[in-house]
């Protein structure tokens, strides 16, 4: 059974993850049109991190559990030039290893460390009642994708103006 998205975040402890991205980014998320399924709640309280891939089978992601008790997920390629983040738990930070970017976990991958020049985008979680976690949306094209980094730009300069 699914619930409504803010239903689902606030299950998952995340309505302070919604909240925190900008209202234009909300306004302009990518949505998904499947729910996919990335795990369970058990199974990420259990070992604290899920791998996927999405929104495509070729664009890695990761949700965490935080110290605080959210989950949150996000794209793994850097904005930078794409190369795969890790994720330090202990600090809650994403870094890249190609030019050391650091991007903040706990504040929506905002940027901690350049060169990113954007965070990484934000996936959108709900969790129906049997306690499954689905991927639905992300709040920027990831790197790479058939989106240009002129229109990444563009959508940040909107949000920036809202
Ligand atoms: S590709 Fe990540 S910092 Fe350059």
Known sequence: ??????????????????????????????????KLK????????????????????THPAQAVKLHDGRIVAYSLLCTHMGCPVSYDAET????????????????????????????LPNILLEEDQDGNIFAVGISAPVFGSSTTIQQIDEIYAKESKL
Not at 5 to 31: N, Q, Y
Not at 95 to 118: E, F, L
């Open 92 to 119: 809650e930070r994403y870094v890249c290893p190609c030019h050391q970017s650091a991007y903040a976990a706990w504040n929506d991958a905002t940027v901690v460390q350049g060169p990113a020049p954007r965070p």
């Open 38 to 57: 990335i795990g369970t709640k058990s199974q990420i309280d259990r070992f604290g991190i899920i791998s996927f891939s999405y929104p495509g089978p």
């Open 1 to 34: 059974m699914t619930l409504k998205r803010r239903e689902s975040l606030i299950v998952l402890g995340s309505t302070a993850f919604i909240a925190s991205l900008p209202p234009a980014a909300r306004a302009l998320s990518f949505e998904s049109k499947d």
